[in-house]
Structures are given as structure tokens and as C-alpha cells.
């Protein structure tokens, strides 16, 4: 009973400590970099108001779209219309359950795992797929229940882009498993210690996947769920308020965790540089993990630097050459990856 | 078959197929422009301030010796969008004639400068003023004491005004 009732707090505090640092690291610091790296790129200054460098300008905008009139539309499904920013939301945040965010680190007697379930799941990389696949949904049932044909057309050319788009994406992510023999993501980044990372065994695969990252996470090139100048809004053109909030954060929060898993899978997740013991850490000690955790985020948050860059750099994708794109480039690499990869291993062996 | 075809799969090269590479390309670009000099004014604390050429708020001139104005109501006949309302006195003074109304209603002026070039006294000038915000109607109907500005303020546009006009 005492068993249980430590493992449940430990649960608990640990949920409310990374879920409440993605919010701040991923939503917040994301929609503020955002901004400020389009006003870069086209010679601007970005908001630089409130706060020291206008850091504060994503609460400012939370607060305006808390105050916002929260219109349903008359012709509109009220139930899905309502549930669909939650579902958006929700399975973008539930992902975290699984991502380890270091090493375990010795705590007495007791190991303590850096993430918010313990211990380590050992297929994590699975559940994390189910999830993204199960995040289309809010997008489909916002653009269905909004009874609004652009709407409709955002959610469509969504789901279609999901299914499409999966399957390489799955694909990429096996070679990385072939590579290292497991599904369990603390295991993965164990095993390109130091720089052992997989994109230098999996460089097709890494390109493969993200550009399949780019898709489902429906940003630019492949933002075309919400094509502005084709679709109004896209799907989100009946929200507003902070239901229109929640898929703005779901968004920036989907493209935190691609950046997350990408750096998990490819570039060597939390591994230090140098062998921690040059620097006087051995392995175990909460402060090594601390400092795994700073440079995973740190990684992560160059990879979603490259998300943004992309998207103010590339022009949006035409229908066609998105599936174009899809079934006949990154499916066949894909195969082909997998094919090279499992041969490979198999003479290697 | 005397077809011409210039699809796109014909004009790209091998590597421009390849997409790659051009992305690659395309995203220097925009990473060179992040470091180039910013062309954002700061507006509150960096103002701009307009040359001898623009045309801002209408403005009447105050002399040393006064008002310029004679109440002559040609720049009141010119306007083409009715905002100026001119009433004449009389006075002992040298110039005789002086306004004794004068109101310039700036929800209709258009900023066009016939009123000004149509002067013959150069006594309504268009100054630099270009902060023009009122928050009722009767705010933006400017009586003498808002028009009126002294001379030295408004050195760049009569110089502009005897060179050009």
C-alpha cells in the first residue's frame, strides 16, 4: 500500500513538472521563437513589447483568446465541434507519457525514472505512432462539424495526409529499430552514446522521416490542411477563442514532439559530447541527469528552430505533388531503407 | 505530332528534381536575410519626420505681424471636399480683412493641396503633422486656435512651395 501511494505521487509530481515545462518550453517559448525568427527572415524586429524582447507576448496572446468570444457556428455539431480542440490537444500532450527525458538517476535506494511513467515503457516508440495517427481526428472532426465546406476541405486533405504520410513514416522509424535491436526509446538513445549517433548509420532513413515529420505535424511545406489563401482558415476557420487557442498550442506542441523524437531517434537524444566522467559525473547523479535534460531540450530546440526556418523559407506544396511526394518518393525510399538496412545487419551479423 | 511540350519535368534538371538541394539553397537565403539590418521604425519612441514635400494636416500661418490669412475665401471655394468654412471681419488694421471663422473639418479633408496652391496670400500651408487621431466628431472640426502655427515651424514647406509650385 505504501508502495503504491509513493509510486502515484512520484507519478503525479513528475507529470505536473514536465507537463507544466513542455506547456511553457513548447507552446509558449515555440509561438514566441515563431514569431520572432519570421520577423528575422523578413528583415523585422517581431514583438518586442511586452517583457524584456517581447518574451511575454504568448501569455499576452493566451489572455487575449481566454477574453474572446467563443462562437459556435448555428449550423454546426456542438458536441464534435467542442471536442475536437480537446481531442487536438490532449493526444498532443499525452504523448509525453512515454518520452523519457534522461537517464534514470539514484534517489536513496530508489531509481527515478525522467519521464512521466515509471519505469520506462519498453515499446514507447509504438505507443508515440498510435498517438500521432489518433491527433487527425480533432483535425477531421473540427473540419467536419463545423459544417463549412473549407473547413470540411481543411479536415479532408488532413486525413489524407496522415494516411500517406504515415506509412513512410513508420517505415524510417524501423530501420532506426533494426539499428538498435529494441522499441524502447531510453534503450535507443543509450545505444548511440556519445557519437554513435543513427543518423550517420540511417542518413536516407532521417530524411525520409522528416519529411514525414514536416507532414504530420501539417507544417510548412505541408500546411495544407490549412492553406490560407485556398481555405480561409482551414479547419480551424469556425473556432475562435480559446478553442482556436487549443489547436494553435496543439500545433506547436505536436511540432515539439517530432523535433523531440527525431533528436530521440537520430541525433543521439541525451548523450553528452564527452564521456560524463571527464566532467566529474558519474553515472546515476541527478546532476548528470539534469544535464542531459538541458541538452536534449537544447537539441530539440534547434530542431524546432529548422521547423521554423523551413516553414518561412519553403512554398507550400500543390495537392498533387504532396501525394506525388508521398506514394511514389518516400514510400519506395523508405522500402528501399529498410531493405539496405535489414541486409546489412543480417551480413554484419 | 507537331506538339510542343514544356511540362515541368522537362525543365528541371537532375538535381533540381531532386528538391533537395534547391531547399537547401533557398534556406541560406532566408538565414543570410536574418542577419541583414532590420527595417522596423520603433514608432512611438523613433518617429519619422516627413520632408518639405509631404503634405500633412492644413494649417494656417501666423506671421510676426500676424495672422496671413484675408479671409479672401478662395481656398474654401477650391476644396473639392467642402471641409473648409471661411468667415470674413473687418479691421483697422493695414490688412483689412482678417477671418473671423475659420475651420478646416478633418473628417472631410482629403489632404489634396488645392487649398494651399489656390492661396494667394501663403497663408494655409500643409505642415508635417501626421498624428491626426481626434476620438469624437467635434474634435475633428480644428477651429483658428488649433490652426493657426508660427511661421518658423513650417520653414521647409513654404521653401518647397516657392521652388516648385
Redesign the interface.
Known sequence: MVEWSFLIIEFLIKALIILTLILLIAAAFGVYLERKISAFIQNRIGPNRVGPFGILQPFADVIKLFLKEDITPYAADKFFHRIAPVISLGVAFSVYAVIPFADPFKYGDKLIYFSITTPDVNIGILFILALTSVGVYGITFAGWSSNNKYSLLGGLRSSAQMISYELSMGLSIVGVLLVAQTLSLQEIVQKQALWNWNIFYQPLGFIVFLVSAFAETNRAPFDLPEAEPELVGGYNTEYSGMKFGMFFLAEYANMFTSSLIIVLLFFGGWNLPIPPEWIGLEPGSFWLSLIQFCILIFKTLLMVFFFIWVRWSVPRFRYDQLMYLGWKVLLPLALINLIVTSIVIYILK | MNRIENTEHQRLTFWEKLY?PE?AK??G???R??F?????R?YPEERWEPTGSYRGRPVLVLDEDGERCVACGLCSRVCPALAIEVQAAETEREKERYPEKFEINMLRCIFCGFCEEVCPEEAIVMSKDYELVFTNREDGILGKDKLLVPIHKLQDRLEFLREYK
Not at chain 2, 36 to 40: A, G, Q, R
Open positions: 533537395l531547399i533557398g534556406l537565403i532566408t538565414l536575410q536574418m541583414k539590418p532590420k527595417f522596423t520603433q
